[in-house]
Every structure is written in C-alpha cells, then in structure tokens.
C-alpha cells in the first residue's frame, strides 16, 4: 500500500516544536531580519527540491532561518498599522479550523460559530438587531462586500439586476475625502469605477462635513449619475476620525441612498464609554464593516460586514447552481454533517473557499469576554491620551492631529531648522532603524506627522512613554548633529 510522504498526523508533537520556536520569537530578542539578510536569503532561495527533508527537517528550517527573521509588526513597539500580531489564542483557533473544518461549509460546531461569532460582534458593537454579517479577507473585501449590496439596491429600484446584466449607468458613490483607498477599488471592481467615487471635504479633524455632503448632492441632481451609497469613517485609518453618523445618516435617507459606515478599524471603540456617543446614528447604516484582525488580536484575514439583508447580498454575488453539487445536499430529513451545506455564505460575498473564521472570533471573545474587549479599548485610547499630553508638555513636540481613539499624529520641532517635515522624515527612519518604538508617519494639512496607533494586545503604557522617549532621543540627536555641523562651516 502506497503513503503519501507528507506527514499527516503527530501534531502534538511537532506543534509543541513549534510552540518552542513561537514562544522564542516571542521574546523580540532577534535582530531585524534585514541586519543580516544574506544568511536566511542563501538558506532558503535554494532550486526546487527533488527529495524533500521530511516534517522534522522542515521544522528544523522554519526554527533556525524562518521565524527568527519574521516581522517587526507584532512587537509591543510597533504601532505602524491598524494590523498586529495575533494573540496566543487566535493562532490556536486558526490551527483547529485548518485541521478540523478545512471549510466553512457543512452543518458542524465551526459552522455554527460563524453565526454565532458574527451575533456576538453585533450585539457587542451594538449593532442594529435585524443585521446580519459574513466573514471575508478584511477591510477591503468587506468594504467591496457592502457596495456590492449597495449597488444591488440602487439599481434593483431602477429595474435593472446590475449583477446579472452589469452597471448600464454612471454612478456615484459619495465617501469623506479620508475614506480607505478600499472604497474607491471596491468601485473599480464592481465595475462603478475609481471616479465613481466622489470625495467629500472634511473638517479640521479629519471628519466629513455635512455641508459639504449636502452641496455635492446638489451639484449632481442634474447628472445622469445614479446615486448608490454614502460612505461615512467610524474611525478613520489616518487619524482615527469619528464622522458625524447621525447627520450623514439622515441625509442619506433624505435622499434615498444607502448608508455604509467604514468601522473597520475604529468600530470597537464604541466599548469605550468615553466615545460612544460618537457613534451615535450607527443604527441608520444599511451597512457595516469591522475587523477582527486589527483591533480584536485575530490572525491577519478576517474582516465582516453587516448588512440588515443578507438576501440582498445573495443577489448581488451568487454563482447560481453548481452541476457539481447537484443532488449532493438534501433540506430535509438530515442526519449528517454533509447533507446539508449549512448557510450559503460562499453566496453573499467573493470567496467561495474559506476557513473557519468564526471559530477564531469566537475563541478571542470567548477568552476574554466582553469585559476584556473594554479593557483593551479603552487602554489603547488611554495610552493615545497619554502621549497627546506628553507631547503638550514639551517645548520640541507638536501635536498635529489630537486622538479621538488610539491614533495620534505629533511632531518634533526646532526653531532652528528650514524644513520640519524633512526633520521628522529622518526622525521616523531613526526610530525605526533602532527598532525599540516603529510609528508610521501620515500627512496632515501639508505636515509630516510621526502617527503610531495603538491596538496591540501585547503593547502597553511603557510601550507608549518609549515612543515619546524615542522621538525626542531621535530629534535631538539630529538637531544637535546638524547644528554642530553649521557651526563648523
């Protein structure tokens, strides 16, 4: 009897392996993977094998080249982007689905939870009670999932199926200038286009103005442009800005037009009760995203969104009957795990083939319960606040976008020096060549802001006292360095 070669069993084993090597990355002790590249690079860009090394030699590679020179993003001091690394048991619940539900489909306890999981998050985020969800890749799919459902609507009310029969009509779709560069590639691949997307102004922090809304309708009432969706940020990526939903919302309705909130990054920050009442007028949404995947500590591939009709999402992405699966599932009568696919989520979105994502929001719920979600929340706002005073405190930083959740935007400043931005350029490369606290930067009304954002599991308030630490350290040493070098001359 032939065996295939791939190991297919023994998880206990080489799963504590890989805890071991896991656990020791953990540690942040490694250098950066580029300080020495030429090592794991000539170990590992090697001619396709003929012969393989086996699981233990697989390992082997993986504990000495591969996970030591990893990613910068899950370290405590990494405040880069809105993704981090996932928590202990989101990687656990990752494993468990890619063993035991290789799909979400079927009437089994990891179908359930993507139903369940979903409910959760809704009521946790207290979404409308007629919402529902489904689970996709991210921010992008998402956001791509909910126009989807938009452009449905708007053009079923004008008799025309554009899934079935393609977009016959300019359209527009109306989002604050500060919306995710999703929006308007959602656009382009729902076949709207990029400059469907009309880009509304917003105001001095970053959120939408409703005169502006109300003015960009007006100028379009004359067009043949058929009006599909307003998109409003529930914490945008940039600044981390709230829009003003309930106005947005209204004007929406007032118009006839779908109303999508972009939360997929900011929407659990309604846990904090400090900014709750900032998300009042959420109810109004048609539509809704988030992601686990920042926020939440789940592995990177796990967005939602929340339509109050998920029928309507059917029509828009179904693949109509497969010859493959016909007479392969019953709707009476079950007594099996694969009568029956269960619900059609592969129907209500682009992906047909996908993991248990449920199982792994259902474990970091289920961990730490609703209480541990606020707690993280409203630490990470806690730890923004805290670097927004610091930086008021000291006569060399400049706060250039003050919090609303955990992103802020701040600067060095020198009396001394022609080019701020320039300065604060080689600021964030000096930090982020040391290693210790790695923001990003982001531009705000023309100034070069150093931008970190809170949302690890991992970071803390020392983290974010580093990061303050870090910038002055960084300024000084380059304004001194470039002062001593004009005195010389």
């Known amino acids: 009897m032939n065996i295939d070669q791939a190991e297919c069993g023994n998880l206990s084993e080489l799963s504590a392996l890989l805890g071991q090597q896991l656990d020791a990355y953990l540690k942040f002790e490694s250098p950066d993977a580029m300080r020495h590249p030429e090592t794991w690079r000539g170990a590992l860009d090697r001619p396709l094998p003929e012969q393989g090394v086996g699981a233990a030699g697989v390992l082997s590679e993986l504990?000495?080249?591969?996970?030591?020179?990893?990613?910068?993003?899950?370290?405590?001091?990494?405040?880069?982007?809105?993704?981090?690394?996932?928590?202990?048991?989101?990687?656990?619940?990752?494993?468990?689905?890619?063993?035991?539900?290789?799909?979400?489909?079927?009437?089994?306890?990891?179908?359930?939870?993507?139903?369940?999981?979903?409910?959760?998050?809704?009521?946790?985020?207290?979404?409308?009670?007629?919402?529902?969800?489904?689970?996709?890749?991210?921010?992008?799919?998402?956001?791509?999932?909910?126009?989807?459902?938009?452009?449905?609507?708007?053009?079923?009310?004008?008799?025309?199926?554009?899934?079935?029969?393609?977009?016959?009509?300019?359209?527009?779709?109306?989002?604050?200038?500060?919306?995710h560069h999703s929006v308007q590639r959602a656009a382009a691949v729902l076949g709207m286009g990029r400059q469907s997307v009309c880009k509304v102004a917003t105001d001095d922090q970053g959120r939408m103005r409703p005169d502006a809304l109300k003015q960009r309708l007006r100028e379009d009432q004359q067009s043949d442009r058929l009006p599909v969706a307003v998109v409003a940020n529930a914490g945008s990526t940039n600044r981390g800005a709230i829009d003003p939903l309930r106005v947005i919302g209204d004007i929406a309705k007032a118009h006839g037009l779908w109303f999508h909130v972009d939360g997929a990054y900011g929407l659990p920050g309604i846990l904090d009760p400090r900014v709750a009442p900032l998300y009042d007028g959420l109810e109004l949404a048609d539509s809704t995203i988030v992601d686990p995947?920042?926020?939440?500590?789940?592995?990177?591939?796990?967005?939602?969104?929340?339509?109050?009709?998920?029928?309507?999402?059917?029509?828009?992405f179904t693949q109509e009957a497969a010859t493959y699966l016909e007479g392969s599932l019953i709707g009476e009568g079950i007594t099996h795990s694969m009568d029956n696919l269960g619900i059609p989520y592969a129907d209500m979105g682009v992906e047909l083939s996908a993991p248990a994502r449920g199982t792994v929001v259902w474990a970091l719920i289920r961990e730490i319960g609703l209480e541990g979600m606020r707690e993280r929340i409203c630490r990470h706002n806690d730890m923004a606040r805290h670097v927004a005073e610091r930086v008021q405190a000291h006569p060399n930083l400049e706060l250039v976008s003050a919090p609303?959740?955990?992103?802020?935007?701040?600067?060095y400043i020198d009396e001394n020096e022609p080019d701020l931005n320039e300065l604060n350029r080689k600021i964030h490369r000096r930090m982020v060549q040391r290693g210790n606290a790695i923001p990003s930067t982001t531009v705000v009304n023309g100034i070069l802001a150093i931008r970190p954002c809170f949302v690890g599991a991992r970071t803390t308030m020392k983290e974010a006292d580093e990061l303050v630490d870090e910038a002055l350290s960084a300024g000084q040493y380059l304004t001194t360095t470039t002062n001593k070098i004009a005195e010389q001359r």
């Open 293 to 316: 995947h920042k926020w939440l500590g789940a592995p990177v591939g796990i967005g939602a969104t929340y339509v109050r009709d998920r029928e309507l999402l059917n029509r828009a």
């Open 63 to 179: 504990s000495e080249w591969v996970i030591p020179n990893g990613s910068q993003i899950p370290r405590p001091g990494c405040t880069s982007f809105i993704t981090t690394g996932a928590t202990t048991m989101g990687a656990l619940a990752t494993l468990a689905g890619a063993i035991a539900s290789p799909q979400r489909m079927g009437l089994t306890a990891f179908n359930l939870l993507e139903e369940v999981s979903l409910d959760w998050m809704a009521r946790m985020f207290d979404l409308p009670a007629d919402m529902k969800g489904v689970y996709s890749s991210g921010g992008s799919v998402a956001n791509l999932v909910a126009l989807g459902g938009a452009r449905q609507a708007a053009f079923e009310a004008i008799g025309i199926d554009p899934a079935r029969d393609g977009v016959s009509r300019p359209c527009r779709i109306y989002a604050s200038a500060e919306c």
């Open 404 to 411: 609303t959740l955990s992103i802020i935007g701040f600067r």
